[in-house]
């Protein structure tokens, strides 16, 4: 049980990530996470692992998924099946706030390798490892 701002926070980015639940907690079946995001989100990507879905708790969130863009607001569901190219950001000066479910476990660990780094190099070394492909650079 967690309360209102509890759980491990890592910096993905310069924004903030708090863990609700990881693999450990759900046998690998999948992890929760509570994403800050102001601005651009991460570049164009490939899970080539897992789904990832996406639960807008506050603000206003684009997701591009393969050639769709939808704009989504707090109570917005949005499901990317793995192998689907994806990405998000905020829409206007406010950060948003979003749950992230992944599934099966085991990406949030990416997120603890990369913690406030703004190595590329490093970024796209550790991605291989993910089963993650990057199509662009951030806000592509």
């Known amino acids: 049980v967690l309360g209102p701002g509890e759980g491990k926070i890592v910096s993905v980015l310069g924004n903030p990530y708090t863990y609700k ?12 996470i509570e994403c800050t995001i102001a601005g651009d989100g991460p570049p164009l990507h490939i899970h080539k692992a897992e789904e990832e879905a996406f639960y807008i708790l506050e603000g206003e969130v684009t997701v591009t998924i393969g050639e769709q863009t939808i704009s989504g607001t707090a109570g917005s569901f949005v499901l990317i099946p ?25 990406f949030e660990q990416f997120f603890i390798e990369i913690e406030g780094s703004t190595d590329v190099e490093k970024i796209m070394t550790l991605a291989s490892k993910y089963n993650l492909e990057i199509m662009g650079p951030p806000g592509s």
Do not use: Q
């Open 21 to 32: 639940v990881v693999g450990g907690d759900t046998g690998g079946n999948y992890s929760l």
């Open 82 to 106: 793995r192998g689907t190219v994806h990405t998000f950001s905020t829409v206007g000066t406010e950060p948003a706030k979003m749950l992230a479910v992944i599934s099966p476990a085991g």
